[in-house]
């Protein structure tokens, strides 16, 4: 069911413990994520430090509990890419499909825009054959949200003793 008070705002790094234990479920029981082992807390929050320096990391927030979290990052070490960025997304279980991260990646892609940013990119974990590890979820938000097959790598992911593919997504904006 849609949620009408959404708010979105920035991350800081009091809310590590929340984004951490929004993102481990993704870790643990799924092959979205190619992390194997959940980061520590402090992992967490320098990451949190560190991405906000350059990109916005932005939490969603329903009736004041974090739900959902996305951030940006760079998509390619050199300059002339500078004009792009890599867009990383998670929701909390039971708030999927409620419009938080389409309201994340609204506000997302309007910062961005601002930011001076062109290109972004998805790199999606993908599979012929859905299971209990993985659907393709995923890849019907990002291509509901404008984003068009760029990509494709094979067996690039080993999780869970099988191999998953990723597929890139981009974006103009």
């Known amino acids: 069911m849609p949620q009408d008070n959404i708010t979105i705002r920035n991350a800081t790094t009091e809310d590590a413990a929340r984004l951490l234990a929004i993102y481990t479920p993704y870790v643990e029981h799924t092959a979205i994520t190619y992390d194997i082992r959940v980061p520590s807390l402090e992992e967490f929050r320098r990451k949190i430090t560190d991405v ?25 070490q050199r300059e002339a890419s500078s004009h792009c960025a890599e867009m990383s997304i998670y929701v909390e279980q039971d708030n999927r499909k409620t419009g938080v991260g389409r309201r994340l990646y609204a506000e997302m892609e309007d910062r961005l825009r601002k930011q001076g ?9 993908w599979t012929d054959e859905e299971n209990e590890y993985l659907t393709n979820a995923s890849t019907a938000f990002h291509m509901r949200m404008g984003y068009v097959k ?12 099988r191999t998953f593919d990723t597929i890139v997504l981009e974006k103009i904006i």
């Open 52 to 76: 906000s320096r350059e990109y916005p990391f932005l939490v969603a927030e329903v009736n004041g509990r974090i739900t959902g979290y996305c951030y940006a990052h760079r998509f390619i």
């Open 150 to 161: 760029a990509g494709h790598y094979h067996e690039c992911g080993r999780k869970f003793n």
């Open 117 to 125: 940013i062109h290109n972004l990119y998805a790199q999606v974990t």
